[in-house]
């Protein structure tokens, strides 16, 4: 008998079941991976089909806008923002607005620097705050609105203290909150996208959420997530929902306890507030890694919980909500789009078929769609020489988030409150 044909014969037995099972696991990662970059694509492609569909008509002010108009308290939480709050103030005082009708309050919070002094010799209202253990902007928005709104205000309105907001804004919130809406979002757009290939990134990232994500997710009634600066609160809401958040994504907490109680927030595109976004990798570093940690920290163990209370016991917005939460990282989403692109063209090379050919097909489909989607961002904000160069440092750009995201996504522990670093700083 032939003792080394068996052997050899045995080999290739264990070689060929090794290699079904390995490309029958692959398959199965494939299927999983792709149907949810499907998923996410259809998503985002379909408001961008809304949005296109319904592009806003130019803001211009209707005569019935004065016939009743709220009073609106403005709230700037600033902790050590003394370089900066006064670009904060003088974009207010050049809100085109009854001055009778609006007045300005700054919290000085937890401020080590000379914030409140130069607040105070602008001839603005400064609140001062010190707390040894209550820290971060949730914290001394709650302590503000349980001052500022005894005061007889219809709504208050939130804003950083490195942002300007736009003269016509009041005159929006006021027609919105006119029609019966109770709680407003601006448009938070981007002050300096042409001063750095890493600004003009993220300004691209956050025009396409403005008007190719929240703007059509407003128009139907979808959820829409407050975003820290440009929140506009009527006093009715705060007295049915007072502020309780408290945690480093406070609009985010305080989004989830509206939608459980079934109040959506509007997107108000036609109304601007803008600020500079990060220049220099330690001011990204900085706040995406809070940004993730915070809102990727509440996906991880609210996401799904809130998908399954919206489909079972409603409202449906809730699941929505959901799945915004898990979407909503483009970073990881662009992370899933190149592992799906992985394991099917691993799947396609260990065993070429037609089967695995279709995922193939599919991943790369997926991936084109997502490239035209950012491409319709890059359109809309427009293109110019220097753009043109800031596009050829893109790629990097994109990869720190995605591994900034990746790291808070699988990283445990409490995520903190760290504040951006300034230019002036």
């Not at 209202?125 to 209550?134: A, Q, W």
């Not at 219809?154 to 709680?183: P, S, W, Y």
């Not at 489909?311 to 899933?336: E, H, Q, Y």
Request: net charge negative; proline share 4%.
């Amino acid at each position: 008998r032939d003792w080394s044909s068996d052997v050899c014969s045995s080999d290739l037995s264990s070689y060929y079941s090794f290699m079904v099972l390995l490309h029958l696991l692959l398959l199965t990662i494939a299927c999983f991976l792709l149907i949810g970059s499907v998923l996410v694509t259809a998503y985002y492609l379909f408001l961008a089909v809304v949005a296109i569909l319904h592009r806003p008509a130019p803001w211009r002010e209707s005569p019935t806008d004065a016939e009743s108009q709220k009073r609106f308290a403005i709230v700037v939480p600033a902790h050590n923002e003394e370089g900066a709050i006064m670009n904060t103030l003088n974009s207010c005082r050049e809100i085109d607005y009854p001055n009778s009708r609006f007045e300005v309050f700054v919290i000085a919070d937890n401020c080590s620097d000379d914030t409140a002094r130069v607040v105070q010799e602008a001839g603005t209202e400064c609140l001062v705050r010190t707390h040894d253990e209550l820290i971060g902007k949730g914290h001394a928005l709650a302590w503000a609105f349980d001052r500022v709104m005894s005061q007889g205000f219809d709504a208050v309105i939130v804003l950083d203290a490195d942002c300007r907001i736009d003269r016509h804004a009041l005159k929006a919130f006021n027609r919105h909150l006119n029609q019966g809406e109770l709680v407003l979002q601006a448009n938070d757009i981007a002050s300096n996208p042409d001063e750095s290939p890493m600004s003009y990134v993220v300004s691209v990232g956050n025009l396409i959420e403005n008007e190719l994500y929240y703007y059509p997710k407003s128009r139907l009634g979808w959820a829409v997530v407050l975003r820290g600066t440009g929140m506009v609160l009527s006093a009715e809401l705060l007295q049915r929902f007072p502020w309780g958040a408290s945690s480093i994504v406070e609009d985010m907490e305080y989004t989830m306890d509206l939608l459980r109680h079934g109040q959506t927030v509007e997107f108000v595109q036609e109304a601007c507030v803008s600020s500079p976004f990060p220049t220099q990798q330690e001011q990204l570093d900085v706040q995406r890694a809070r940004w993730a940690a915070g809102n990727l920290g509440y996906g991880k163990s609210d996401a799904l919980k809130f998908i399954r209370e919206g489909l079972t016991r409603g409202p449906l917005v809730l699941a929505d909500f959901g799945w915004n939460m898990i979407v909503l990282s483009r970073p990881l989403v662009l992370a899933m789009l190149g592992t799906t692109l992985f394991f099917c063209g691993l799947t396609w090379f260990i065993q070429p078929g037609l089967f695995s050919a279709i995922l193939m097909i599919a991943s790369l489909a997926c991936c084109t769609l997502q490239g035209l989607y950012f491409v319709l961002g890059i359109a809309l904000l427009g293109i110019n020489k220097k753009r043109l160069l800031f596009l050829l440092r893109a790629p990097g750009i994109v990869l720190r988030l995605i591994v900034i995201s990746l790291s808070s996504l699988v990283m445990p522990g409490k995520p903190i409150w760290q504040r951006t670093p300034r230019e002036h700083d």
